[in-house]
């Protein structure tokens, strides 16, 4: 069965420390990933995506994360956190070849020290 | 993108009632999605919500306990039947033009049920 890892359930850093949230899944044959971040009491934003192209994909608030197939590999950084990215974080993937439905990993809570 | 909002963003709520949950799209999607998010724990889709035709449940959830409306392309509604305290969760629901594609969520509505 196709499934979504997040080793880490959470991940202290200092203030202006950088930070990586690991993720990794099943199975490598034609993936979409996804990192979304889900602020206290809202709901989810999406951080980044990766369809196609550069395996090193950019997204908002200074995040990226890198697509690495032989690892089957999503893990998402920063290289100086603040305060404010104090959230959780989840990954998700989806397999179009199956055109299955976006499963999305147990979540990473970031805790910013300052 | 698209602008979410979910009414109630909360309630409290006796055994044994309903509570009927409403999302609204600031523009027409395709499909709509219910999620259940336990506490501390990562999203469980419950169903898929496409105009015009019935909702798709995923194993586990039924229509009896969770029936769904789709009237047009902007609205749906969630009901939580026969509340029991199990049922206690955040229910979120999401927009996406595919299924594997990306979604945009609203904030969510937290339930508790006592």
């Known amino acids: 069965a196709q499934s979504v890892t997040q080793l880490d359930s959470q991940v202290p850093v200092f203030e202006e420390a950088p930070v990586e949230l690991r993720c990794n899944y099943s199975s490598s044959v034609s993936v979409y990933l996804f990192w979304y971040v889900q602020y206290p009491n809202q709901g989810l934003q999406l951080l980044l995506k990766?369809?196609?192209?550069?395996?090193l994909v950019k997204g908002i608030n200074g995040f990226e994360a890198e697509f690495n197939k032989s690892q089957t590999s999503f893990h998402l950084r920063k290289p100086s956190v603040h305060i404010s990215d104090t959230a959780e974080y989840f990954c998700a993937v989806s397999w179009y070849s199956s055109a299955s439905k976006i499963i999305f990993g147990s979540g990473t809570r970031l805790s910013i020290r300052p | 993108s698209a602008v979410i909002s979910q009414k109630p963003s909360r309630d409290i709520c006796q055994r044994g009632t309903s509570l009927t949950i409403q999302c609204q799209v600031d523009s027409q999607v395709t499909m709509m999605f219910w999620y259940r998010q336990q506490p501390g724990q990562s999203l469980t889709l419950i169903a898929t919500a496409n105009q015009g035709s019935e909702a798709t449940y995923e194993s586990g959830f039924v229509i009896d306990k969770f029936p769904i409306s789709r009237p047009n392309l902007t609205f749906s509604t969630l009901t939580v039947s026969n509340m029991s305290p199990e049922d206690s969760s955040i229910y979120l629901c999401s927009v996406g033009q595919r299924e594997w594609d990306e979604q945009y969520f609203g904030p969510g509505t937290r339930l508790t049920v006592t």
């Open positions: 990766y369809l196609s192209g550069s395996t």
